[in-house]
């Protein structure tokens, strides 16, 4: 089994405000899905009103991110599950529910994680 990284930018997601709670259901309803399926590892959205930060070795915190990096943003969710097509799957279900296209990524093996 392999984890997959399911994920949208924020701006990608264009939903008239009326229809926003609709979304919220049908997209909380496949989370539901997942985690009674097993394949559920992580998932929500990245806070877009607070401002990354780096962190070095040392503890100095400086504002922003990695030179040339964007700031990542939108919604993501993980899930492990027994193959890149089984991902596709779920991303399509996402999509549906969200109302826009998913990234899909594969993360490397880590036997420590």
Known sequence: MA???????GEAMQVPEEEFEEVVRTSHAVIEEAKEAGVYVFGGG??????????????????GTYPGHTVPNGGYTILELPSREA???????????????QEVRQFQYDPAS
Do not use: N, Q
Not at 46 to 63: C, K, L
Not at 95 to 101: D, E, F, G, K, M
């Open 87 to 101: 991902a596709l799957e779920w991303a399509a279900k996402i999509a549906v529910a969200c109302r826009c296209a």
């Open 46 to 63: 990245i806070a877009e009103d607070v401002a990354p930060v780096m962190v070095a070795g040392d503890g100095t915190v400086t504002e």
């Open 3 to 9: 984890k997959y990284l399911i994920s949208f930018p």
